[in-house]
Structure formats: C-alpha cells, structure tokens
C-alpha cells in the first residue's frame, strides 16, 4: 500500500506530478517543470515535501558513546543542538546509510534516507543490545519540509519570533514556528542557504499553505523530487543507493572528511584503517560531459578502450548549463584534469574529471 | 494527464507521435501528452540527415530529457527531407510546441498505406487516457 504525506492535498493543488518513491506517493515536480524549480531555488527558495525521509532517537546513559561506535564522524565533537554529516559503516567497510546525527539536549536524532528506514532501524537496534540505550524509530510520525535557496531565511523569518539570522549553519532549535512546535535546523541538500523542519504528522495542518503565503512575495515554489536530485549532483552530495551502497566505503566515496580514525573504535574502524593504509583501488569523481548527451547510471567509463569504471549519477545541470555525472573510476586515473570517455549508446563521448563542486555559487553559510 | 492537448487533424501512433500527410510528405513530431511525460527536454541527438533513407521501426533521433532518454523510430520507410535544425540549440520548443516548431522530422513515403495503422485524435485520446492511469 502506498503511503501518502500529510501535504497530498497541496501536491494536488499545485499541480504536482507524484511518483511513488521508497513507497511514499511524491512531487517528482510540479506545473514550472525540473528546470524551472532548479533554477529559482538558485535564485529565490523553494520548498520540499520530504516528509520519506527517516527518525531514529537514541537515548540513554550511553547514547553519545553507542551514537559514536556506529558512525564514522565524530559525534563527541558537537555541542548541544549542533548538526553533523556522516556514514555508519558495516565491518567491512561497505556503507549503510549516510544521515544526520542532531545532538540533541536529551537524546540524539539521526535522520536517515527514506528509502533505508527499516534496514537502519534493525541495524541499530541489533548493535544497540550490549548498550544502555533505547532506540526509537520515529520515522511514521513525524512530517519533515525543506525550504531551500538565498531567500528562505526571509521566508522563516515572517513566521517566528526566533532569531533565525544567529541560527549558523548545521545547527538546530526547538522553535515555535508558523504557531507550531517544530524542530528547525539550518541544514539542506542543495548548496544553498536553507531550513528543514520537523514536525509531528498531527500537527501539519495548514503550515504548507502558511508558508507559501509568507514565501510568495519571495517567489517560493514548490520543488519536487526530481530538482532536488539536480541540485544534490551539482553540489556533488551522495546519494545513496547511487553513489554509496553496501559495496562501496567512505574512502572510496571522497567521504574521508567524515571519517575520523582518530576517535575510539567504531564499526568499519579496521576495515578502514587498513584501506587507507593499503590505498583505495577506485574514487568517486565528478565529470562534465564534452557535448550535451547525457551520462546517466550504470554507463561504462572508459580511457584509452579500457573500462575504468561506471557512471553512478548523471543529469544536465541547469545551473552550469553542462552534462555533468558523477562515477567511480580506477584510482590512476582520478585526478581532476584527467579525460576519461563515457559510453552513451555504445558511442565514447569525452568528460573532464572537475574539483569538486560543480556549483561553486551557492549560498550556503 | 487527460488534460493534453490532441489537435483533430493529425494522426497518431501508439508511441505518441503525431503524423501529418501532405501529399507525399510526412511530417512527425511527439505528442503533448509525450512532452508532458518526459517533462523537461535538455537535447535532441538526430542519429541521421538528410537524404539519408530510413527503414520502419528505425530510430532516427534520441531525445534526453531530465530524467531519461528516448529514441524515436520512424514509423515508416523512407526518404529522409527534412531534419528540425531550430532543436539541438533549443530542445525546448519540443515542450513549448510540440505540434509547430517542435516538430523533428519530414520524410518522403513512397507510399502512405501504413496510414491504416495510425489513430485519430479521438482514438488517440483513448489511449493517453487510459496510459495516465
């Protein structure tokens, strides 16, 4: 049975084209088209219904410790209501899932892909056994949006008394929002400035209404899932299942930043400090297309008529104006400035090998 | 999307382009419906050129929008006379006009019998329909 969010009804008035995605029906992109939506959250702001995505609290005498076995970045490292990005591991390096880790003042909430909930919440609770925690899946419970792009402070700001201007950035709050108790956060997966909100399903209401109505004079659209894809890959944010997965590692990923070997010990720890030691065989890169074909996942990456790798995710980038893609290639040859060609149906058309992002312009603080 | 717009006097394939007959011209472009489901268009590859001949079922351009790519075949042999130069600087215009200056092909018949295979616009709308179900 499909799942609807809280805000269907406004998907519907506004024009939205819903895709069934990780079992939820969404906005693959409403009545402006992908490009539309891309370019004004560039510009403007927009706002996403991302209510898929996962909640799992960890509390108890050993949340920090047992919140830090399971993930690689250091979660000792945050002060109450500050916000990090990280992987948790399997012993062999593989990645479960990439989330957020919020520090919480009585708990820690890791928000997790949508698509990964159930795999994630049996994981933890398995690993949590020999710990003095409890582990809590919240994920049916609570409604989450995005606002996203250089105006949505403008766009939040008419609807609290907080003083969001000193919320910095990968940082969080329990606000009063829209008349709502909400958790905000200064976070977002498009490169620029933005919030996400998390508010439990009973308490939705109107607020999608309440912030189009405020965010109009700011030329807020309603964004689907499609451009927040676009925007993701022209900052060069994983996305799991395509660019990480059970068969990749952190190291391989470009993640190294989010691994910090020198904490105490936590799954995937040995399997990692070896790799490094050993050095990778493959690296996640980011390319640009010589021409307007379009990579796309799966395509075979090639130099000199040997396959060197494989295209993990591709589209045109309305921002640069560029094919761009994003693929794991032979460690050799992964250094920015390199040629390597992509087969498009069955023809080898030439990338360039980029520093990334591919979005430089962002507004991000 | 029931709401696409079917105009009367063109014909129809199952795959969604229409198909204009003067004479012995044809010209054939994608649907609105079809534009409206590949949603934003990013570029068009022409895989032929003119003068060239083309078998039926042959594909003769790959349309790549956000999400996917799409070939088009030809639905008929024929004598290749005219290919849209206006698309690949502005692949757009298959979404602004998919019936007018997004058209993509203009092809010779040597005979039009394969027209009894073709839909009208009311038959065409049935399936569109019936596909956005």
Redesign the interface.
Known sequence: MIKTTPFYENHIRYGA?LVDFVGYNLP??YKN???AEVKNIRENAGIFDVSHMGEIEIKGTQALKFTNHIVTNDVERLNTNQILYTVMCYPNGGIVDDLLVYRRPESYFLVVNGANVEKDYKWICEKAESWDVQVKNLSDDIAQIAIQGPKSENIVKKLTDYEIENLPYYHSDDITFASRKVLLSRTGYTGEDGFEIYLNKSEVGDIWQQIMTAGEEFNLSPSGL?ARD?LRMEMVYCLYGNDISEETSPLEASLNWVVKMKKDDFIGKNFLIEQKKNGIKRKLVPFIIEG???P?KGYKIYREGEVIGEVTSG??SPSIEK?IGIGYVNKEFSKSGNIIEIEI?SKKTNAEIIKSPFYTKGSRK | MSDSNIPQDLLYTSSHEWIKIENNTMTLGITDFAQNELSDIVYVEYLISEDEDIEKDNPFCTIEAVKTAEDINSPVKGKITGINPKLPDDPALLNKDPYGEGWLLKLELSDDSFKSELMDATQYKKLTEESSH
């Open positions: 084209k693959i992109q088209g992908i490009v499609a676009i307007r074909s379009i796309r589209t045109h094919s149906r």
